[in-house]
């Protein structure tokens, strides 16, 4: 019996994947649970293990390749009835959900959008093939999930009318010739990268983006982790960094500023009342941003390992979906790698992010004398159309004033 491998659904708004590479060959044994592939998604990579066991048959969707939830991907040769069983239950499911794709309206005629809605790398890379700009594509009925454009509703589009495609400024010959003698490499961008791109340029053409920053002395967190470094290190395997302390008085001060914690739907202002805060974490040549979810039902240690935990993750690539949807705040922490300051780019939908630069020592006055402290800045990007500078300023201020309050004989 052949079993259907059909492309899983790996998170509640994620409704195609990209194949990125097989990790096993037409002939090889497969062992259940054994990965087989690695998936894309316009949230997480993720390696794809087996289902069942068998012997891969078929490979029916190519690398490179986007494929919707629930379309076949592979056939795995089982020699089981089961294992067929098993495989009709999983081709039923994908009706379910396409069935909203296919009972879309077949006439573009109400713009049934709300500003700021979220497009996937795969329509906006449709829409830049075809030189259809972010005005026509606001207008367009969405027939995907809460109102998303799907990549069926831009083929749509495009059977009807495509409008003609930008030309290219830059003359073929002289790109040849840079390329053969050597003055000009060209790369193709990979998957992770083109997705971060697209989501970058939707947030900035989404969000009314201003920044503000703030130095922090860090005397006190400072004495904590030098007191408990070395018993800390070998108690939990990891060393005590500032991101715990940053998060807590975070979550504290979105407490106090809730509209830092909200996100603008249309003309409507969604505020969360949970916290779920992204970190963000390089990875390769990219980024990724896993959530800490209910940051404010944790204390410090326990802050402290979902942090380790989640860049460990991240970097070795076992982070499930889920952990990287539905965030309702995002700290970049850029100062890892000796940066002193930066304004980045709001994780939409979200309102603000918070911007961690690197510590460094300080000559600082105190009570009109010269110290020297650790001393660390922190910036703030807001969505101007919901947040305004004061209430950005205070909240900023606020979390200034958490982390120099410290008690340095806290013990973690």
Known sequence: MRFKMVMPK?????????????????????????????????????????????????????????IEVGKVIALIETGTAEAEVESQKAETTAPVLLEKETTAPAVLSKPAVSPGRFYSPVVLNMARQHGIGMEQLEKLPGTGLDGRVTKKDMLRLIEMGEPPAPAKPVPVQAVQNLVSSGALEIITMDHVRKSIAAHMIQSVQTSAHVSLYTEVDLINIEKIRERR???FKQREGFGLSYMPFILEATVKALKEFPYLNA?????????????????????????????????????????ARVVNDLAVRARTRKLKPEEVTNGTFSISNFGVYGTTIGFPIINQPQSAILGVGATKKRAVVIDDAIAIRPVMYLSLTIDHRLIDGAMGSQFLERIRHLLEGYDPALVV
């Open 10 to 66: 790996m998170g509640e708004s994620i409704m195609e994947g990209t194949i990125l590479k097989w990790l096993k060959a037409v002939g090889d044994k497969l062992d259940k649970d054994e990965i087989i592939l690695e998936i894309s998604t316009d949230k997480v990579d993720s390696e794809i293990p087996t289902p069942v066991e068998g012997v891969l048959a078929e490979i029916v969707a190519r690398e490179g390749e986007t």
């Open 263 to 303: 996100s603008l739907q249309g003309e409507t202002i969604q505020v969360k009342k949970f916290y779920n805060i992204g970190i963000a974490v390089a990875v390769g040549q990219g980024l990724i941003v896993p959530n800490v979810f209910a940051a404010d039902e944790k204390n410090l240690l326990g802050l």
């Open 229 to 231: 470094k070395e018993s």
